[in-house]
T-cell receptor, first 111, second 113 residues
Framework: QQQVKQSPQSLIVQKGGISIINCAYE??????FPWYQQFPGKGPALLIA?????SEKKEGRFTISFNKSAKQFSLHIMDSQPGDSATYFC??????????FGQGTTLQVKP | GAVVSQHPSWVICKSGTSVKIECRSL??????MFWYRQFPKQSLMLMAT?????????EQGVEKDKFLINHASLTLSTLTVTSAHPEDSSFYIC?????????FGPGTRLLVL
């Protein structure tokens, strides 16, 4: 019940395309859902986060869509660029403050 | 901003020695810091939660006598890998909490020979 399932494991997108990464959770106590971007050899960097009281949040080219009833949320990267090539992790937390991470998605954006 | 630093960024040590890794929140105070371990092409694995002024809480399966954590101030937590062995070689990452958000350090790569 503590798991966050992330898909796909890897994704190849052409430059200018839309990258979509999906996550699903079971624990209804989760109330905070961040997405992190990680480049090789670096620590994860916060991209965007959402709470379950909204269905969508947009920051620049990054959008989170949240479906509370389905217990699913997704990251959309619009106009994907080669510089977006990285590993993306979804995560969820409750009032414990601990983050439960998804398995990660390796995104490659081809020029 | 919310900047977290780690030192050193990489370290090579001999088997049996101890290694200390520092994690600092540079522009905010963090009551809680977290330590993670990450293997190649895998997700982050939480090792322990560190609260300022109290003992760390370790996740199941993590040896607290091997991975000593000290959270001496609101901006500094340290992880000491004691009597390191080759199987301890990994990428160690800390994070610091600012409200509900965790901000991560750049990581420390440890290689034990």
């Amino acid at each position: 019940q503590q798991q966050v399932k992330q898909s796909p494991q890897s994704l190849i997108v052409q430059k200018g395309g839309i990258s979509i990464i999906n996550c699903a959770y079971e624990n209804t106590a989760f109330d905070y859902f961040p997405w992190y971007q990680q480049f090789p050899g670096k620590g994860p960097a916060l991209l965007i986060a959402i709470r379950p009281d909204v269905s969508e949040k947009k920051e620049g080219r990054f959008t989170i869509s949240f479906n509370k009833s389905a217990k699913q949320f997704s990251l959309h990267i619009m106009d994907s660029q080669p510089g977006d090539s990285a590993t993306y992790f979804c995560a969820a937390s409750s009032n414990t403050g601990k983050l439960i991470f998804g398995q990660g998605t390796t995104l490659q954006v081809k020029p | 901003g919310a900047v977290v630093s780690q030192h050193p960024s990489w370290v090579i040590c001999k088997s049996g020695t101890s290694v200390k890794i520092e994690c600092r929140s540079l522009d905010f105070q963090a009551t809680t810091m977290f330590w993670y371990r990450q293997f190649p092409k895998q997700s982050l694995m939480l090792m322990a939660t560190s609260n300022e002024g109290s003992k760390a809480t370790y996740e199941q399966g993590v040896e607290k006598d091997k991975f000593l954590i000290n959270h001496a101030s609101l901006t500094l937590s340290t992880l000491t890998v004691t009597s390191a062995h080759p199987e301890d070689s990994s990428f160690y990452i800390c994070s610091a909490s600012k409200r509900e958000t965790q901000y991560f350090g750049p990581g420390t790569r440890l290689l034990v020979l």
